[in-house]
């Protein structure tokens, strides 16, 4: 199944067409009660650029990191970043990485972030052993933003198999936290194999795992744990900081094929037993290639997630106001066909954002919905863009927050390439 969807993640990205549809609705007028949508032109976002990630770090330099893939030439992995006091790029696109082997796809894309000491850590994606999906993580960091250590492969099994999916926080001062999807326990049954029921109809041997490791400076690994030895094989990841540590969401994969979103806390050097977020007993035979997203802001938690329970498509939203111990009754964002279900999420003191996209018959739609932290009360929704592209080549929407402002970073595919675009949403009269 893996391979199948993976596979399919790889095809549509070249082919997904051009629809004719408008472009992004950038620096439309704001309607009454809708934020103003500013364009906000990206730096290197020329055709053959995707897979973007988005990071504001404590200072609120904004992080912004690409694939730039160009015919006849290698991937490279880039990144610049945006002064939100002063509003502008302040450092010309960097090359972190580059190269053949880069493994890249719409749903498992690369992340960059900066620790508290000012040193920036970036991840991607190598393949292993010329094998289409056995693929290893690699792990920089960077003191200036500008030289870059030699690469660490954070996992030390030596298999062929997929070690991805990251999710990667800021952890004390100067250590960083990553946690991966590991299939080192598939290498022995290629996935047919080990998704297939036994006489008694429970699953084998073989499954994905969550792992997670803490890393020094040096990067050393200082703390590596199991946190989960059975989840959805190609569902993103995530992490929301909280006034209480960490918390680590993912798809769940129970025997019986369940794959409810899952969290948990590192406490100390222990990560406490895996617990639903909600229970929606969502059970499906194939990974949905849809994780979570979740941010934190104190004691406040929001996390997001697509599930299909009860046979129709919705994103839903929940709030914890304990730091993740317990979750509240989930709202429905979006429902029904068209919901595609790749969201993220945001979350300050003032508010909580929401950003997802849409598939109708006249093509994509990016859209933001705003709430109170608590999500008891919306402040409103609106469209965002319009989109030329169809299906999975167009990618995870990226969101950020500061200063109030909503900084939205997502992936168009016109005439069959791929190209970053990005919006910056302001109350109207605002930068």
């Known amino acids: ?27 439309v007028a704001a309607a009454p009660g809708e934020l103003q949508v500013l364009d906000w032109p990206l730096p290197g976002a020329v055709p053959g650029t995707r897979a973007a990630d988005l990071s504001v770090s404590h200072d609120g330099t904004i992080l912004l990191s690409w694939i730039d893939s160009q015919p006849g030439r290698r991937h490279s992995f880039r990144y610049s970043t945006w002064d939100t006091s002063r509003q502008r790029w302040t450092r010309a696109p960097m090359t972190i990485a580059i190269g053949n082997s880069m493994f890249v796809n719409a749903a498992d894309t690369p992340h960059v972030i900066a ?21 290893d993580i690699a792990l920089a960091r960077s003191p200036d933003g500008a030289n870059w250590s030699p690469p660490l492969v954070p996992h ?25 999807l590991d299939g080192r326990a598939t290498a022995a049954a290629d996935h047919e194999a080990h998704a297939a029921h036994d006489a008694e109809g429970h699953h084998g041997r073989g499954a994905t795992a969550l792992r ?22 190609c569902c993103q990841t995530a992490v929301a900081l909280t006034s209480r540590g ?42 949905p290639v849809n994780g979570p997203a979740a941010a934190g802001h104190g004691h406040d938690v929001v996390a997001a997630w697509y599930t299909e329970a009860g046979g129709e498509p919705q994103v839903r939203l929940a709030h914890s106001a304990d730091a993740g111990d317990g979750f509240g009754e989930p709202l429905v964002l979006d429902a029904g066909a068209p919901v595609l279900g790749r969201v993220a999420v945001a979350l300050d003191g003032q508010q909580a954002g929401a950003l997802w996209l849409r598939e ?6 990016l859209w933001y919905a705003r709430f109170t932290p608590d999500l008891s009360r919306e402040l ?12 999975l080549g167009t990618g995870f929407p990226q969101l950020g927050f500061h200063g109030g402002v909503a900084h ?23 930068g």
């Open 1 to 27: 199944m893996m391979r199948i969807m993976l596979g399919g993640l790889l095809s549509l990205a070249l082919l997904a067409g051009c629809s004719g549809a408008d472009d992004p609705a950038a620096g």
């Open 408 to 430: 939205v970073v997502w992936t168009d595919v016109v005439d069959g390439r791929p190209q970053l675009r990005g919006a910056r949403l302001v109350a109207s009269g605002a």
């Open 115 to 135: 620790s508290l000491d000012g040193a920036i850590w970036a991840h991607w994606l190598q393949q292993a052993g010329g094998k289409a999906f056995a693929y």
């Open 246 to 287: 960490p918390l680590l969401f993912y798809r769940g994969r129970s025997p019986e094929e369940i794959r409810d979103v899952l969290v948990s806390r590192l406490e100390g050097n222990v990560w406490t037993a895996p617990k639903r977020v909600h229970a929606d007993g969502w059970r499906v035979e194939g990974c």
């Open 212 to 233: 997670a490791a803490l890393v020094d400076p040096t990067r050393r690994k200082v703390l590596e744990s199991v946190v989960d030895t059975r989840v959805c094989d």
């Open 156 to 180: 030390d099994d030596g298999t062929l198999t997929e070690h991805g999916f990251v999710s990667l926080w800021p952890h004390g001062t100067d250590l960083l936290g990553i946690a991966w």
């Open 380 to 391: 409103g929704r609106q469209q965002v863009a319009r989109l030329q592209g169809r299906g």
């Open 360 to 365: 109708e018959a006249d093509g994509q739609s």
